[in-house]
């Protein structure tokens, strides 16, 4: 029973010694296959999971310069990192290879090793680095014009890439249709890489959109497949439009057509087509606007041409199907006759067609014959003769009106002949013109009286007249007293008799009722006629006051403006500010009045306005009053305005965060009436960047004096703003940039630590995660006295790793490419803190293996401590039994003392001596024998 024991201990050790022997062959880390692009990083993983102290570690590839030979490029030897080649970095210890590569040329492609040796032995295993290049990308649009058509070339080129790229085209998310054709070219080159090109060729009046799509795929892009939008150009139908119209230049009148093509692209051909096609000499033509997509032709021609006839432009452009057409019809001019204008002076008993005749008496002047033309024509000219010969001295033609001035004498009768003439275009009248001596009238005729009154822009004008009297009549006015106003009188004559007429010019309403009269004196009357007229009463004015703000050199202004509506005249408009209750006559210091010119309306009213002018810091609460004085008030009318009081000027500073890499320090003034100058008061040698803002709301004015700057350059500082105006506001604000920390960051989860270097470096903690378990978590957090924090983390090849807020998450189901290194980056602004974390993955399988060893071991040590405590303990009660017995025991526990480690010295291991116990008859007892049974259970846990 006691040997089957000891076989079974040593089984377990066995067991124990081979799983050693199987770690062993996984000391090694390292990722078999990594694909490098051309020009960027990328991380060689190798680490050494072992035990054993090493002495020299590198990565190595073979030497091109000679055969079977390897050359160092990075590592450690002698405790110490090296780097031979520029492209990699030093690694981070002897036991991790791990290091950043630049893939600076294409035949950095290739197999490398990594080199881990001991003292006793040299642990190798290899990587292959495939190396891609990412193509450069070009486009360019050319035209070519082909049997009178115009194209479009889009050429689309991805030069130098590995592997060759592919290119597609699409127009509006589409491929493009059979109109366009598509030619590619691709170029291989001996280092590896090619160049692909495709070029679209399309008509540009069947292209309807304005970009097409060049679409890239290639590995090494950002997005596997790339859209480059090229915009090309595309045509438009232009409106088309006809204008004609007449110009005089010179004397001259010319037809002027303007054919115009708008919003066309590209711009179309315009042609003008003439009936006649003989006089197109003789058209003048000129561009009126040559834009991109407008083209105006204008086209000119004598008058006289083309009458009535159509007159047409043709368009050509590539989006019409055929010519466009546009016609306007020029009108067809004529002159039928020339009348006699003033029937009053015909004779009616002359019944001679063709000749118009006209009575006229001795003496008269200033006699006007008006002549009407009858016809269609833009315009005319009038030419008169008499008897063919030119006009008598005193007689002209003006417009269309022959006129004596008189005073006419027998002579000026005769025949006279008036031709209106438009180019070819005539037509004439005869005038026969009889001169009646002038008779002398004995007779007295009384006059016919007439009063007329007219409003005219706040006046009223009453006319007396008195009309057709023998002798003349004499006329004049009787005004109420104090009432004055201009006047002026007139005296005509007509066959024999005569006409006075008196103006008098009045306001056309008053403040009070008044009475006037017009008395005319004649020879024929008794007594004088008189005529009695009335001046009604004005309308009160109507009077409206309103105040606003205006801001002049950082000072606030307050315009009070008053209107006055009322008949007229204007009313008179002064200004009382204060507590004053007389009206300014002269203007204080600080005060401007600005007064507008009456506006005249045609209903007889007349507007005035007035504007005061007041700086809003001095007249701030006042009163303002507007003294209003018409014509139609007694006394004069008062409007008054409270002006608004000031509020106290508020101030602030505050630092604020920006979005980007920058804070910002803020101050603020608000205040009424006056802006004030703000100003940083900052070290030397300041970076940041400061920017001003300034508005205003009504009197408010609002200032914004801001201060970019990077937190590293004033942090845990005090900022200063001085603000200050020109009443002797002088104020210094300061706000506190805040200091903040990151200390650390660290895993919450149960780690162990794996390695520790010198000092106060990194910790790397190991943590297992479970083989094919979802939305594992390795939660984080960051000490510091920051508000907040960008946390993120990547593998040790670059790559960034999903997080859900401070957790590191594996979403998907965990495998063997999860395990690596990963290094967590806490920062804020310039402070920043990491924690690198070792994660193994652990399968079902291995759990269950280590939890059998450890329970199997842990039974055996058990059993075994069990036995060897019941060996001892028998030996002790079995000292008095025969030595025969005792030897039997002895060799029954002879397996099991070499599998057993004595703690005694060596002078110990002699025969067993006897010990005399005082009173026991000289009994001897055997020693007891002290062993130590040493059981070594590894697990990767």
């Known amino acids: 029973m006691r040997r089957s024991g000891l076989l079974i201990l040593g089984f377990v050790l066995n067991v124990s010694h081979c799983l050693d022997m199987l770690d062993m062959e996984e000391d090694m880390e390292i990722d078999r296959n990594v694909i490098g692009i051309l020009g960027e990083d990328i991380f060689l993983r190798c680490q050494y999971l072992g035990q054993n102290d090493i002495t020299d570690a590198s990565w190595k590839r073979p030497d091109s310069r000679m055969k079977r030979s390897m050359k160092k490029l990075t590592g450690y030897k002698n405790n110490k990192a090296f780097s031979k080649d520029p492209d990699f970095s030093a690694p981070a210890s002897p036991t991790n ?112 959109q304005d970009r097409v799509t060049c679409v890239v795929q290639h590995p090494t892009l950002p997005d596997p497949t790339t859209h480059v939008t090229v915009g090309v150009e595309t045509f438009m139908a232009p409106n088309v439009t006809i ?197 002398k009238q004995s007779v007295t005729v009384p006059p016919s009286i007439r009063i007329d009154v007219q409003d005219r822009l706040g006046d009223r004008f009453i006319e007396c007249l008195a009309a057709d009297s023998v002798p003349v009549a004499n006329v004049s006015w009787v005004l109420p007293e104090g009432v004055s106003g201009p006047s002026w009188s007139s005296l ?103 007064q507008g010119q009456p506006e005249h309306h045609a209903n007889g009213s007349v507007t005035v306005c007035s504007v005061l002018r007041l700086p809003t810091s001095i007249f701030s609460g006042q009163n303002v009053t507007c003294v209003v004085d018409q014509l139609g008030l007694e006394r004069p009318e008062r409007r008054g ?32 009436g006056i802006r004030a100058h703000l100003s940083w008061v900052l070290p030397d040698n300041t970076t940041g960047h400061i920017s001003f803002r300034s508005g205003y709301e009504g009197v408010r004015v609002l200032t914004n004096l801001t201060y970019e700057f990077p937190l590293a350059l004033h942090e845990g500082q005090d900022l200063i703003c001085l603000i200050q ?50 939305n594992q978590r390795i939660l984080l957090k960051v000490y510091g006295s920051v508000p907040t924090y960008n946390l993120t983390c990547h593998r040790n090849d670059g790559s960034l790793v999903q997080m859900d807020g401070g957790a590191l998450l594996f979403q998907s189901k965990v495998t063997e490419q999860d395990a690596g290194l990963y290094t967590c980056h806490a920062s804020f602004y310039h402070h920043k803190a990491s924690v690198l974390i070792q994660v193994e993955v652990t399968s079902e399988n291995q759990q269950l293996m280590m939890v059998f060893i450890v329970c199997f071991s842990s039974a055996a040590a058990i059993t075994i401590l069990l036995i060897v405590t019941l060996c001892v303990f028998c030996k002790i009660n079995g000292g008095d039994r025969p030595a025969s017995k005792s030897c039997k025991k002895r060799e029954s526990l002879a397996p099991l003392t070499s599998l057993t480690q004595d703690l005694c010295s060596p002078e110990l291991r002699k025969e067993k001596a006897a010990v005399t116990v005082p009173g026991g008859g000289g009994q001897e007892y055997n020693q007891l024998l002290s062993y130590s049974i040493v059981i070594d259970a590894r697990s990767t846990v």
Not at 151 to 159: E, F, G, M, N
Not at 289 to 310: I, K, Q
Not at 656 to 661: L, V
Request: aromatic fraction near 8%.
């Open 243 to 439: 204008e004609t119209y007449l110009v005089l230049e010179d004397g001259e009148e010319f037809w002027v057509v303007t054919c115009g093509a708008a919003g066309g692209r590209p711009r179309a051909d315009i042609t003008l087509v003439l009936p006649n096609q003989e006089t197109s000499s003789m058209l003048q033509k000129e561009v009126v606007m040559d834009a991109a997509d407008t083209l105006v032709r204008s086209y000119r021609f004598p008058a006289e041409l083309h009458e009535g006839e159509n007159i047409t432009c043709l368009f050509d452009h590539p989006k019409f199907p055929h010519r466009e057409l546009r016609t306007t019809t020029l009108p067809a001019f004529y002159l039928s006759a020339v009348r006699l204008l003033n029937p009053g002076l015909a004779d009616s008993s002359y019944k001679r067609q063709a000749v118009e005749s006209v009575v006229l008496v001795e003496g008269q002047s200033n006699i006007t014959i008006g002549l009407e033309v009858v016809g269609d024509v833009p315009r005319y000219s009038i030419v008169c003769t008499k008897e063919e010969q030119s006009l008598p001295e005193g007689v002209e033609v003006i417009g269309s009106v022959l006129t004596l001035q008189g005073p006419v004498e027998l002579h000026h009768a005769g025949l006279y002949e008036c031709e209106a003439s438009y180019y070819s275009h005539r037509a004439s009248v005869l005038l026969d013109i009889a001169i009646n001596p002038q008779v």
């Open 725 to 774: 105006n020109h009443h002797g506001l002088k104020e210094r604000r300061t706000v506190h940039v805040p200091r903040y920390y990151i200390s650390s960051v660290r895993v919450l989860n149960q780690t162990t630590p794996l390695y520790k270097p010198y000092g106060d470096e990194f910790v790397i903690h190991r943590m297992s995660l479970k083989e094919n378990f979802q």
């Open 492 to 594: 005509t004559s007509h066959n024999g008799t005569y006409s006075v007429s008196s103006v008098l010019v009045l306001p056309a309403c008053s403040a009070q009722e008044l009475s006037m009269e017009c008395v005319i004196d004649h020879s024929v009357f008794v007594l004088p006629e008189r005529r009695q007229i009335t001046i009604p009463v004005c309308a009160p004015p109507n009077i409206t006051i309103q105040s606003s703000s205006e801001w002049e050199e950082d000072v606030a202004y307050t315009l009070v403006q008053c209107t006055v509506d009322s008949v007229g005249p204007a009313a008179t408009i002064s200004w009382s500010v204060g507590d004053s209750d007389n009206s300014t006559s002269q203007l204080k210091e600080g005060q401007e009045q600005v």
């Open 97 to 208: 290879l791990t290091v950043k590569m630049r893939v600076s040329t294409l035949e950095a492609q290739g197999e490398y090793t990594c080199v881990f040796a001991t003292d006793e032995e040299e642990i190798t295993n290899s990587m292959f680095l495939t190396v891609l290049a990412r193509p450069d990308i070009h486009t360019v649009v050319t035209e070519d014009t082909d049997n009178a058509t115009h194209y479009q070339s889009v050429t689309c080129s991805a030069t130098n890439g590995k592997p060759m790229a592919l290119i597609r085209w699409e127009i509006n998310g589409s491929p493009p249709t059979d109109n366009s054709s598509v030619e590619m070219r691709n170029t291989s080159y001996t280092n590896g890489t090619a160049t692909m090109t495709s070029i679209l060729r399309f008509p540009t009046h069947l292209q309807d």
């Open 641 to 672: 305005i409270l002006l608004r009081g000031l509020e106290s000027p508020v101030m602030r500073v505050f630092v604020a965060r920006q979005s980007r890499s920058l804070w910002l320090a803020v101050c603020e003034y608000r205040g009424d």
